[in-house]
């Protein structure tokens, strides 16, 4: 019988999400961009992983997530999901490919689901996007809304700003979300906005909110990957940085630099050698003195046996 407790193998599902909040349990949240991330994310115990857009700023180098497309998140979604066992992965739609139509929509989303294996898609704005979160989610698919600082709209917000600092804002944030819920939204994501609105906003909603700069009101929280590493050029006011592992691979890559123009990697240890006789006879046919050294007869396919408690010296890995 495995020691491993049902609740660590058992995938966690937009019922799970739900269920966390009834219990008022924090939902665990977090971005992974590939496989290993994907892998380390969902072993470490977050509920979500978020393949987020944010990979065209962390992965790819762009200046915001507006140039990310859609073959772009579905390849990086798929190694994410590869990786992830447990946790319910939740798949960034890209800048212009829900906004134009409902069926477009419809047939994107559906390419995160059928080729990309994510469990659910995530989308931004509010009562404008309502109509297209309805018709994707009567198309059985799972959808996370997003309001407050919408970074597929930086322009029209003018930068990363707070949103809904004001009443008149506040109030307009407080319908976005109530249209996303009534839409059939799992849960959303409030970027950005004041503690006290995103905390009247959770009282509000029977769906799980998901913060990221919105304070400790919500009933979840997701943060970027990279800002938590310290992989990143500067840390957000809202990121919190639990080790500074761009320092460490910049540390490794310049020791292993070193290393490789010291003459002391490769070492014996990363290094395998040809048998004395095959040598010889390699040495003697480059130099003109025999002709290449053949097989014995018979010993065409022949299997040379090694020893069951050690790795042949053939075995690279």
């Known amino acids: 019988m495995s020691a491993t407790p049902p609740d660590k193998v058992r995938p966690v ?3 799970t999400i ?7 349990r924090p939902v665990v949240m977090i971005t992974a961009y590939d496989f290993p991330s994907g892998r ?10 978020l393949v987020g857009d944010s990979l065209g700023m962390t992965v790819l180098g762009f200046d915001s997530t507006l140039p990310v497309t859609l073959e772009q998140m579905l390849h990086h979604t798929a190694a994410v999901t590869r990786g992830a066992k447990r946790a319910l992965v939740v798949a960034d739609m890209p800048f212009l490919t829900y906004q134009v139509t409902i069926e477009e929509a419809v047939r994107n989303a559906g390419r995160f689901i059928a080729e990309a294996g994510a469990a659910a898609v995530k989308v931004e704005g509010g009562v404008a996007i309502a109509p297209t ?14 309001v407050g600082l919408t970074p597929q709209s930086i322009h029209a917000l003018g930068g990363y700003r707070v949103q809904g600092k004001e009443a008149g804002p506040a109030l307009r944030l407080l319908a976005d979300c109530r249209a996303l819920e009534h839409a059939g939204a799992f ?23 998901i913060g990221i700069g919105a304070g400790s009101g919500c009933d979840g929280q997701v943060q970027v990957l990279n800002d ?3 992989m990143g050029e500067f840390t957000p006011r809202h990121a ?4 500074q592992i761009g320092d460490e691979i910049r540390a490794t890559i310049a020791r292993y630099a070193d290393d490789v123009r010291g003459g002391t990697f490769p070492g014996e240890d990363q290094t395998t050698h040809m048998d004395a006789e095959a040598l010889a006879a390699v040495e003697a046919a480059i130099e003109g003195s025999a ?19 050690a790795p042949s010296d053939n075995e690279w890995w």
């Open 13 to 15: 599902t937009t019922a």
């Open 133 to 146: 979160v309805r018709r994707v989610v009567d198309s059985g698919i799972p959808v996370m809304g997003h």
């Open 40 to 49: 380390l994310a969902d072993e470490a115990g977050a509920d979500m992983i």
């Open 18 to 24: 739900s269920a966390l909040k009834q219990a008022r």
């Open 291 to 309: 002709p290449p050294a053949t097989e014995p007869a018979g010993a065409t396919g022949a299997a040379t046996a090694a020893t069951p408690d």
């Open 187 to 209: 849960a959303v994501v409030l970027e950005c906005i004041p503690a006290e609105l995103a905390a009247i906003v959770s009282r509000s909603l029977e769906i799980p909110t």
């Open 228 to 230: 938590l590493l310290g």
């Open 240 to 243: 919190k940085r639990y080790a």
